[in-house]
Every structure is written in structure tokens, then in C-alpha cells.
């Protein structure tokens, strides 16, 4: 027996986005990830597009309240994350933009 994976054991996610693709081909164009590590997880990934992050969230009935939402770079990038179990796999929809730090009115420090 073989601890490799084949192509085929990556079907899963490879068919939720062959899916999508037909679903949902007007939404905006994500990054798209699979991998050997995770192969029942399809990646849905949004850089400086959380517009189109909502609209995938929407199409894919994931509800507001389950978005988790972070901060990293030292605060520098808000990340929301959402999941959801869809036509046999897991689909992993991220999201990163920049956080503008507010501009201060007068000069005041």
C-alpha cells in the first residue's frame, strides 16, 4: 500500500469546483487551492477583495455569524475565514485586506 495520494483522491474538491465553476462562474475569480494535505478541502482565497469574499459567502449560504475575522502583520491585514461542507468537500473561503489606519483631523497625535 502506497502513501501516496493519486489524483483521483483529490476528486472531492475537484468536483465542488468543477460545480462552482458552473453555479457560480459570474462571481469574481478567487485564488483556488487543493492539496495533498488536505484532500477532501477546496481553497476559495480573496486578496484585497472582500466584496467578492461576500458574494461567495452568499452563494455558498455560509451566514454572516459564522465568518470568524483576525487581524495579523501587526494588525496590518484583517483576515476573515468561513467554511462550509459543499458538494462533498470542505470549502476554506478566506479573505485579506489591508486596514487603513484612520487619518487624523488637525494634526492631532
Not at 475569480?29 to 480573496?46: D, G, M, S, W
Not at 465568518?67 to 462550509?84: F, I, K, M, P, W
Amino acid at each position: 500500500m502506497s502513501d501516496t495520494l493519486t489524483l483521483d483522491d483529490l476528486a472531492a474538491p475537484l468536483r465542488t469546483l468543477r460545480l462552482l465553476t458552473v453555479d457560480f462562474g459570474h462571481l469574481p475569480a478567487p485564488t483556488v487551492h487543493v492539496t495533498t494535505i488536505y484532500p477532501e478541502r477546496l481553497e476559495l482565497t480573496f486578496y484585497d477583495d472582500l466584496t467578492g469574499f461576500e458574494m461567495w459567502r452568499e452563494a455558498l449560504g455560509i451566514v454572516s455569524d459564522v465568518v470568524t475575522y483576525r487581524e495579523q502583520n501587526d494588525g496590518q491585514t484583517g483576515v476573515l475565514h468561513a467554511s462550509v461542507d459543499h458538494a462533498g468537500a470542505t470549502v476554506h473561503l478566506m479573505g485579506y485586506a489591508d486596514i487603513v489606519a484612520p487619518a487624523l483631523v488637525g494634526g492631532a497625535a
